[in-house]
């Protein structure tokens, strides 16, 4: 049985949208997503906005999960990137169209970056633990 506690200590700020950290207590699986993009199973991008590539990167982590018997809400830590000059709220609004409320939310890193691949405009990997 995989135990695992989302750390909000004291005197940090809270948020209903991250955790401040995750403890995962051994023994346990653990998957290590590799960053996704928004892109189809041919590779093609799937649209010009952060929402739509957000939610095909999304689509991409649940097929990874669900290969392995898991699924979005075993993820203890996401890392998204996102090109400079995108509307951070679509990916926030794609990302809450994912994750369950009822969950408690996972450990975020949020980068800006110059850029990505040739029109690529979010790249999210990923840490499960089931």
Known sequence: MTTVR????EGLHRSPAFSQAVVVEQPTKT???????GVDAAGAVVGPTV????RQAFRNLATILESEGAALSDIVHWRIATVAGQSFDDGVRAFQEVWSRADP??????????ALGPGILV????VAAV
Do not use: C, F, L, R
């Not at 989302?6 to 200590?9: E, R, S, V, Y």
């Not at 929402?51 to 957000?54: D, K």
């Not at 790249?123 to 990923?126: F, G, H, L, R, S």
């Open 6 to 9: 989302h750390i909000n200590p």
């Open 31 to 37: 998957i290590y997503i590799g960053g996704q993009n």
């Open 51 to 54: 929402y739509e590539q957000s």
């Open 105 to 114: 939310p996972p450990a975020i890193t949020v980068h800006v970056v110059a």
């Open 123 to 126: 790249e999210i990997d990923a």
